[in-house]
Nanobody, 125 residues
Framework: VQLQASGGGLVQAGGSLRLSCAAS????????MGWFRQAPGKEREFVAA????????YYSDSVKGRFTLSRDNAKNTVYLQMNSLKPEDTAVYYC???????????????????WGQGTLVTVSS
């Protein structure tokens, strides 16, 4: 599956952004979808993931309660709504997909086999 992320930009602390990730192909609903982020000088880290049906979501502790991940299988798209943004949320955000992920590995980068190109989110203080 090919992924195209969009929606990044510059926002003040406390503001909101919504990232989108559009997928190609007819088997989108068979993929676990995730978002990761990478800040300058840091490793890529897990942000959020969503089950194939969208009924289950998983978040890192750093974004829980502020970010909401959803998906529209009819549109082959996932959405990451980011509220109450903080300067430490500044990073390049990547969407990822994996067809054979189990819950115990859903936060692991290596569990995902398709990645988008990334979209930059900058939060100013």
């Amino acid at each position: 599956v090919q992924l195209q992320a969009s929606g990044g930009g510059l926002v003040q602390a406390g503001g909101s952004l919504r990232l989108s990730c559009a997928a190609s192909g007819r088997t989108f609903s068979s993929y676990i979808m995730g978002w990761f982020r990478q800040a300058p000088g840091k490793e890529r880290e897990f942000v959020a993931a969503i089950s194939r049906s969208g009924s289950s979501t998983y978040y890192s502790d750093s974004v829980k309660g502020r970010f909401t991940l959803s998906r529209d299988n009819a549109k082959n798209t996932v959405y990451l709504q980011m509220n109450s943004l903080k300067p430490e949320d500044t990073a390049v955000y990547y969407c990822a997909a994996g067809p054979r992920i189990i819950v115990s590995t859903i936060r692991a980068r290596g569990a995902y086999d398709s990645w988008g190109q990334g979209t930059l989110v900058t939060v100013s203080s």
